[in-house]
């Protein structure tokens, strides 16, 4: 079964810390993706990869950088957080560049910008 | 790019009542239909998949139907139980692009 962990659950930072969040899936999967998602507003995608060192800009990524040295850890990074940032992030993974496979979702990570 | 509509944002039900979730999309190229569900404090999982050359697939109690030249597909759930309750994602995508774009959810409550 495909296994994607986030590196934590809950999260607490301030205005203007740098913030990474970590992604790890151990399926070999090609894609890896960062969405956040907020009340009526779905799942709306900030950055993507297809694979190691690609990167592709989703739907608002402003605010947000992202990395991925290994194939199976994809890092999101807030530059300097702000308020606005408070939303629960939901990295997935899945396996082929562009074919038509399921994405699989990690348990999210609440994030708080004080 | 891809614009998803999905109706209606909540429903409520009585168990053993239908359900029916209508996704709007704009690609005509689209050809990979999925549905996810996300129960409360959960993460979102694939529940059922359609691909354009098929018009209907049924698992079980829940079944999506595909209208190309409407450019819409419906997620079907029969006899709703209270563990439907969940918000349901459509996520319409055409090969060759490599993200999908998920409407903006449906609150089901199934009510004892």
């Known amino acids: 079964d495909v296994k994607v962990t986030q590196s934590s659950r809950y999260l607490v930072k301030r205005t203007g810390e740098k913030v990474f969040l970590e992604c790890v899936q151990d399926m070999d999967h090609e894609n890896m993706f960062w969405y956040r998602q907020d009340p009526g507003l779905g799942l709306r995608l900030i950055y993507f990869s297809y694979d190691v060192k690609m990167k592709e800009k989703g739907d608002i990524p402003e605010g947000y950088s992202v990395s991925r040295e290994k194939k199976e850890r994809f890092s999101l990074i807030l530059e300097s957080a702000s308020t606005n940032q408070t939303s629960m992030y939901l990295c997935?993974?899945?396996?082929?560049?562009?074919?038509?496979?399921?994405?699989?979702f990690g348990d999210g990570t609440r994030l708080s910008i004080l | 790019g891809e614009n998803v509509e999905q109706h209606p944002s909540t429903l409520s039900v009585q168990e053993g009542d239908s359900a029916v979730i209508k996704c709007t999309y704009s690609d005509s190229a689209s050809n990979y239909f999925p549905w996810y569900k996300q129960e409360l404090g959960k993460r979102p999982q694939l529940i059922i998949d359609i691909r354009s050359n098929v018009g209907e697939k049924k698992d079980q109690r829940i079944a999506v139907t595909l209208n190309k030249t409407a450019k819409h597909f419906s997620l079907h759930i029969t006899e709703t139980q209270p563990e439907d309750s969940a918000v349901y994602f459509c996520a319409p995508k055409r090969t060759g692009r490599r993200a999908l774009t998920f409407g903006s959810g449906t609150r089901l409550q199934v009510q004892p």
């Open positions: 997935a993974s899945s396996l082929s560049s562009t074919g038509n496979q399921p994405q699989h």
